[in-house]
Every structure is written in C-alpha cells, then in structure tokens.
C-alpha cells in the first residue's frame, strides 16, 4: 500500500536513514526527523498518515509525544519503538494511545508488515472522517444540549462572551463537561470564527517542549534548533488559544502567561525582541485552583487575571434534568452513525439513567449511550441494555454504623486505594469515583503513603 506518508523519528541517524530507506523502497513518501521538536514540527506541516516514534530522544520521551501527536491529528497511526522490552513499557505507550508497539533491534520484515496495516487503517479512518465532516454540523451554541437551569445560565453567559472577542476566559468543571465544547463553541460563535482556533494540553508536555509551543523559539534557543518557529500565539493571530489543564502548568510557564495576558506581548524562546499577538486566550481546568494556590502550585495573579469571567460547568449528577435531553440526542446520533432505523428508550431505562451519579459525566454518558445503540437488538431500549451500568448514586439509606463503630481512617485509606487500582493508577479518575478533586486525593494519597505502589505512568 504505497502512497501513505511516514514520519520516522529517531535520533540515531544510521537507524532512522536505513528505516526510511527501506519504507521508501515500499513506495511510502518518507519524513524524518531527529528530536521531539523536530518531529512536532513535521507533524503540523506534513500531517504524516503514521508516524514512528522512538521512546529516547535528546529533548523529550516519545511516549510524551503521542498526546499531542494525536491532538494534531487524531486520524494518524502511532507505532512506538524502543528497545526496553518491558511489558510496562509498552502498556504505558498503548495507553497514551499509541497503535502498535516494535522492539529494538528492528525487525524490517516485521516493520513492513506492521506499516502497511497501518496504512490501510489510516486511509479507512481518513476517508470515514471526510464523510462525517459533510454531515457534521459547525459548533453552535445548539450542539450544547441541556434546559436546566444551571446550563442555561451557561449557555447565556457564553453568548455574552462570544461577542466581547478579547476577554479571557476561564472554564472550569469536572472531566466530560464539555469544557472543550464549551471553548469551541465560543470560538466558532464569536468573531474570530474565521481564524484559527488551536488548542493546547498543559500537562501532555515536559515544561521545555510547551513553553516552545505556546511562544515559539529563536534559531539556536537550543542545540537542535536549526531554524526559528513560530509558537501558537503567533500562529493563531487573530483566532483563539486554547489551555486546557492550566492547572498543571509550571510556575515559570505561568509567569510567562500572565506577562503576555497583561502587555500583549511575549519573547520567544531564545529571543530578546518583543512581539505582539492578538489572541483570545480560553483556559480551562478541572482542578480547583484555589486550592491549588493555597498549595503554592497555581499563581494568585495568574488566577485573577484568568478569573475575570469564569464558566463553570457543573457535574451532570447536579442537572440530571438534562439527561433525557442528552439521551434523545445521542440515541439519534448513534442510530444514524451504525445505520439503524431512529432508537427510542423507555421510561425506566431513562429512570435508570438519570438516578445514576456520572463521575464520568456527559463524556461517560455518551459512551453508555452508544454501546447500548450499539448492542441492543431493541427498537425501545430497556434497563437491560445498560446492565454494565453500577447502580449507584447516594448508597441506599446511608452506610450504618456497626455497633462496635469503624476506624475511619482506615476506610478511608482503603477506599482510596480501591479508588486507585479501579483507575488503573490514574488518579484524576479515582478522584472523580470518590467525588473528589485531585488535590484532594493527592494529599490523601500522600498521607496514607499509597502512591509509591501505584503505576506511577497511569496518571497525566
Ligand atoms: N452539554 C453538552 N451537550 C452535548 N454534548 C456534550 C455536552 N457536554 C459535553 N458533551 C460531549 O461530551 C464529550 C466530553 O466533553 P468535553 O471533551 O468537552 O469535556 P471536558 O470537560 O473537556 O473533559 P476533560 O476535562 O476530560 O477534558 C464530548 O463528546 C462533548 O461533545
Ligand atoms: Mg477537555
């Protein structure tokens, strides 16, 4: 399967040439590149269909690139390689989403085996996108569903604020409450709507690699930077910067940020000239960062600066008047994506639905939403259609206590830790099972002594 374009990182020159050379006897237009940077790069102007990622590389872990590899273009395939064989190793590269995994010393017949389904899946995957891409509607303030109260204070407040197109703004909310539609949406309602919006992930990057690019960098900023590059305040010029997961960003990054939000102006990295961009800056976190200042993690300043309007969106659990909406539309969604006559759903299954607490919320919704489109051979979908669902909410009646009472530190330890290995390590989902913030399951975890044990590469 010629045609398909390979961006091979790898910083060893000879492996990364003999790689390229063999794909390129295949009939595949080949890039390469050596460094994190490099790659990130080729990645934006080329959009390669597969990208070869190698784990070491001068600036960065490949394994750190995936997040926003995938962020650029989430059609693109990933195959990692590395030469540590640990079953670790590959589950953490898998889980930040990478599609196939090759050892060291590199196999080339394998190699080409493994890239050509590759391939085929990209071209699948591309040419289902396009076909959504003619049906999809543009983002509008009706793609956000929900009448409650609550969603309509929200929905009116971004409507104010898609029209005032310089303020900052602050979305905050747990995980799946739409806080990147919700910056989307303002982005595509407002006037900027026909620049560029580009959205960017704190915690995906090592602090170097996000500081070059949110600012861009100066030829020679560093050993490998052959050439200047613009970072994304420059690019957008006239659009949207998106932050999502402010809160992880480091302290010197942050001071950065709140320089440019006050003077309008930035340096790269490397660069001793100032520059000017106008873009509207949209951040959102589903930390509390109040607490996170009071934790010395979160600058004051920065916060009041990012504060002046602030959309907070709120778990699905507090609106659950808006779960029969959500459902109606993702049961039509789903039927029209797998080809089956309009769904219904019946009055208990819905019952069902709206008891349920949602830690993951609309996300998780959706989710629960398709399988059951997806397997029920059902016209009306029925409770047993959503049989995955834990039935949950506040525990029935209250936990009583035993007579002899409980030693509550204990318990609490030990729910924390069953929290944990349910996440899979990652602490931003256990937090949400316990219906807690991350600040405050990190001190509970630092407190018990629970964390050393856990995965430590589950979490952002
Ligand atoms: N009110 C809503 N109406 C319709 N769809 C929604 C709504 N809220 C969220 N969604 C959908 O739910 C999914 C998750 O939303 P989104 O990615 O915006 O969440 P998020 O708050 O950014 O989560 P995270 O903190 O994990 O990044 C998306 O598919 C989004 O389109
Ligand atoms: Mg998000």
């Known amino acids: 399967m010629g045609g398909a374009t ?20 295949a009939g595949y237009t080949v890039l390469e590149a050596g460094t994190a940077s490099a790659a990130l790069d080729q990645a934006r102007n080329a959009g390669p269909d597969l990208i070869l990622l190698d784990q070491g590389l001068p600036d960065g872990r490949g394994v750190d690139l995936i997040a926003p590899l995938r962020e650029l273009d989430p059609d693109a395939v990933l195959i990692m390689l590395t030469a540590d064989a640990r079953v670790e190793t590959a589950v953490a590269a898998m889980r930040a989403g990478a599609h196939d995994y090759l050892g060291k010393p590199v196999n080339f017949e394998q190699l080409r085996l493994v890239v050509r389904k590759a391939a085929e899946a990209v071209v699948l995957k591309r040419r289902v996108r396009a076909l959504k891409a003619g049906q999809a509607a543009p983002y509008t303030f009706d793609s956000i569903i929900g009448d409650s109260p609550a969603m309509r204070r929200v929905k009116q407040l971004l409507a104010r604020v898609a029209r005032s197109p310089s303020s900052t703004v602050l979305i905050t909310g747990p995980s799946g409450t739409g806080k990147d539609l919700a910056a989307k949406v303002l982005h595509y309602c407002g006037p900027r709507a026909d620049r560029p919006f580009m959205n960017i992930t704190c915690s995906a990057l090592p602090e170097t690699l996000l500081e070059s690019e949110l600012f861009g960098h100066e030829k020679g900023a560093f050993t490998d930077a052959r050439q200047g590059r613009k970072g994304l305040l420059e690019q957008a010029e006239g659009g949207t910067v998106f932050l999502d997961e402010i809160g992880e960003m480091s302290p010197a990054l942050q001071a950065k940020l709140l320089r440019f939000l006050e003077e309008k102006t930035f340096r790269r990295v490397g660069g001793n ?3 000017k961009s106008d873009v509207r800056i949209i951040a959102a976190t589903n930390r509390n960062l109040p607490e996170a200042i009071a934790a010395h993690q979160f600058r004051e300043d920065l916060y009041y ?4 309007i602030t959309i907070d969106l709120p778990p699905l659990r507090e609106r659950a008047g808006d779960i029969p ?16 006559p309009p769904g219904e759903i019946s009055a208990e299954a819905l019952q069902l639905l709206q008891a349920c607490a949602w830690p ?24 047993e259609d959503f049989q995955a669902l834990a039935p949950q909410g506040p525990i029935e009646g209250g936990i009583r206590l035993p007579p002899g009472g409980i030693h509550f530190e204990e318990l609490e330890r030990d729910l924390v830790k069953q929290a944990l290995a349910r996440a899979g390590g990652n602490q931003t989902r256990a937090a949400d099972l316990l219906g807690m913030n991350r600040d405050q399951i990190r001190y509970r975890i630092e407190k018990f002594g629970i964390g050393d044990r856990q995965h430590g590469s589950g979490d952002r």
């Open 6 to 25: 390979v961006l091979v990182v790898e910083d060893e020159a000879l492996l990364r040439w003999s790689v390229a050379e063999r794909l390129r006897e």
């Open 273 to 275: 000239t100032d520059i």
């Open 305 to 308: 600066r990012l504060n002046v």
């Open 325 to 340: 909406l959500l459902v109606y539309h993702y049961i039509g969604h789903f039927c029209r994506e797998f080809a089956k």
């Open 360 to 383: 993951g919320n609309v996300r998780e919704l959706r989710n629960v939403v398709e399988r059951a489109v997806l397997l029920s051979d059902r016209h009306t979908l029925e409770p």
